[in-house]
């Protein structure tokens, strides 16, 4: 049940595109189409922006989008704004009798 | 609309217990598996357990295995969390979530609850 690997920190100005990745393992996010993410702005409750790799729920702007290769999966958030500053969490399925696991989380400033 | 809301938090000793809470409404709680998702002060998330949703498959991150249990009331719509042997590692906000539908435990949370900060501190 180990961590997901995704970068600390990530940073873009206003108007532009940063990708934040996570990476895992063949038993995790290279084995299965389950990879998620959430947003969280502090001191609230997370908030799900990508599920299966690169599906939107409602309400989510299409600016964030996601994607996969390998043991690797990524998320996208173009034209950057202000809003989008906050902490970026990767989850992935990791087979049976196993929770699924998130990564370390990236905190993303909008510079 | 859909509610989590959850109780049972608070200060404890290491070594003591404490079971959350965890009431539901506004959706058919007994199709949905349900998780517990905790946060250490400053951390990350933690996938700390998950219920299929006849209670038939439990699944807990290994630093809780044999320390909490998870279980659910369907008829009460509720979702609760034993948790026993406490250590000051497990000093986190602790959320109740919805999880989706379906036989597997994918990693997809639409609903969180607002949290329940649990203390492990003599």
């Known amino acids: 049940q180990s961590a997901l690997t995704q970068p600390p920190s990530a940073s873009g100005s206003p108007g532009q595109s940063v990708t934040i990745s996570c990476t895992g393992t063949?038993?995790?996010?290279?084995?299965?189409?389950?990879v998620s993410w959430y947003q969280q702005h502090p001191g609230t409750a997370p908030k799900l922006m990508i599920y299966e790799v690169s599906k939107r729920p409602s309400g989510v702007p299409d600016r964030f989008s996601g994607s996969k290769s390998g043991n690797t999966a990524s998320l996208t958030v173009s034209g950057l704004q202000a809003e989008d500053e906050a902490d970026y969490y990767c989850?992935?399925?990791?087979?049976?009798?196993?929770?699924?696991?998130f990564g370390g989380g990236t905190k993303l400033t909008v510079l | 609309e859909v509610q989590l809301v959850e109780s049972g938090g608070g200060l404890v000793q290491p070594g003591g217990s404490l079971r959350l809470s965890c009431a539901a409404s506004?959706?058919?709680?007994?199709?949905?598996?349900m998780s517990w998702v905790r946060q250490a002060p400053g951390k990350g998330l933690e996938w700390v357990a998950n219920i299929k949703q006849d209670g038939s498959e439990k699944h807990y991150v290994d630093s809780v295995k044999g320390r909490f249990t998870i279980s659910r009331d369907d008829a009460k719509n509720s979702l609760y969390l034993q948790m026993n042997s406490l250590r000051a590692e497990d000093t986190a906000v602790y959320y109740c979530a919805r999880a989706p539908r379906g036989t597997i435990p994918q990693p997809k949370i639409d609903y969180w609850g607002q949290g329940t900060l649990v203390t492990v501190s003599s």
């Open positions: 506004g959706f058919t709680f007994s199709s949905h598996w």
């Open positions: 063949s038993s995790d996010v290279g084995g299965y189409n389950f």
């Open positions: 989850s992935s399925y990791a087979g049976n009798n196993n929770n699924p696991v």
